[in-house]
């Protein structure tokens, strides 16, 4: 059997109680996913339909894309601090993401851009034709963005069609921001 810490045992428990005292199904499913996780319970989808399987993981899928998500955000907040206590004249940085129009329409997935290539940094916007400091602040930017999180990863935490700002003191502010036909 799996060793297990407090806080995981606390989860499990606390997610028993909830499904057993409401009965409802998706709980009994999340608390089934949880205990299969920490190897208390096997995962019996054998005996499963392929429809139960399928939303039973469907279901798994989206939980850990939600925990991943929360992970990344720490993630991304220690690298920001990483950049500002790197760089003391950096005071802000911020970037662009967003689907653009045409896919919206057509409602295809993964289309979503994340403009790294310019971002702001303290609220003046680099040129990507300017020539490239790689080893400086937007370059560092630039690396988080682009090499660190995967777009979706980026949408995740900030959403779609957002101006994204980072400010020295940890705040982090999200503005809606409507992306270019392209």
């Known amino acids: 059997m799996t060793q297990l810490n407090k806080r995981q045992l606390t989860k499990a428990v606390k997610m028993a109680q909830e499904a057993l005292a409401t009965g409802d199904e998706p709980e009994l499913n999340k608390l089934a996913v949880e205990l299969i996780k920490?190897?208390?319970?096997?995962d019996e989808g054998a005996?499963?339909?392929?429809?139960e399987a399928f939303q039973r993981r469907k279901a798994l899928k989206k939980e850990l894309r939600g925990e991943a998500a929360?992970?990344?955000?720490?993630?991304?907040?220690?690298?920001a601090r990483e950049m500002f206590d790197n760089d003391p004249e950096l005071q802000s940085f911020s970037w662009r993401q967003g689907t653009p129009t045409e896919t919206q329409e057509y409602n295809l997935p993964g289309f979503m851009r994340v403009h790294s290539e310019t971002p702001s940094i303290n609220g003046v916007e680099q040129d990507w034709r300017s020539p490239r400091d790689e080893d400086g602040t937007a370059g560092s930017v630039r690396r988080t963005l682009a090499y660190l999180f995967w777009t979706t990863e980026l949408e995740d935490m900030f959403g779609d069609g957002s101006e994204v700002t980072?400010?020295?003191d940890g705040t982090i502010?999200?503005?809606y921001w409507h992306p270019p036909d392209y």
């Open 38 to 42: 920490l190897g208390l319970m096997e």
């Open 47 to 51: 005996e499963e339909s392929p429809l």
């Open 70 to 79: 929360r992970i990344a955000r720490t993630v991304f907040e220690e690298r």
């Open 166 to 168: 980072v400010l020295r």
């Open 173 to 175: 502010t999200r503005d």
